[in-house]
């Protein structure tokens, strides 16, 4: 049974940090692009950023561009993002996505989903 778990959420203050990790079992993520999408309430869930299967390219959404920074570790089988100069509006429920590494950075197919960690950052 695949599962990707989330963790590392929580409040932070305007211009504050957090780290989030996503770990994977059942599958190995050297075989997936691996993402992070966020949703926050009343809209839709947005895509975030996501690193091929060899951690060396990289895609970021514009308003999370200079501020975030995604990484992955595929011996602990386990993917992270740096969030740094946190707002307001970053304040959603994170999730960590895979999609098969085939189809690139730019053509992703989610595959598997975890159950999202909440960030919620004061003003």
């Known amino acids: 049974q695949v599962q990707l778990v989330e963790s590392g959420g929580g409040l932070v203050q305007s211009g504050g940090s957090l780290r989030l990790s996503c770990a994977a079992s059942?599958?190995?993520?050297?075989?997936?692009?691996m993402a992070w999408f966020r949703q926050a309430p009343g809209l839709e869930r947005e895509f975030v950023t996501c690193?091929?299967?060899?951690?060396?390219?990289?895609v970021y959404a514009d308003s999370v561009k200079g501020r975030f920074t995604i990484s992955r570790d595929n011996v602990k089988n386990t993917v992270y993002l740096q969030m740094t100069s946190l707002e307001p509006e970053d304040t959603a429920v994170y999730y960590c996505?895979?999609?098969?590494?085939?189809?690139?950075?730019?053509?992703?197919?989610?595959?598997?989903w975890g159950q999202g960690t909440q960030v919620t950052v004061s003003s």
């Open positions: 996505a895979a999609s098969p590494a085939g189809r690139g950075l730019k053509n992703l197919k989610t595959d598997y």
């Open positions: 059942g599958l190995w993520i050297s075989s997936y692009t």
């Open positions: 690193v091929s299967w060899s951690g060396g390219s990289t």
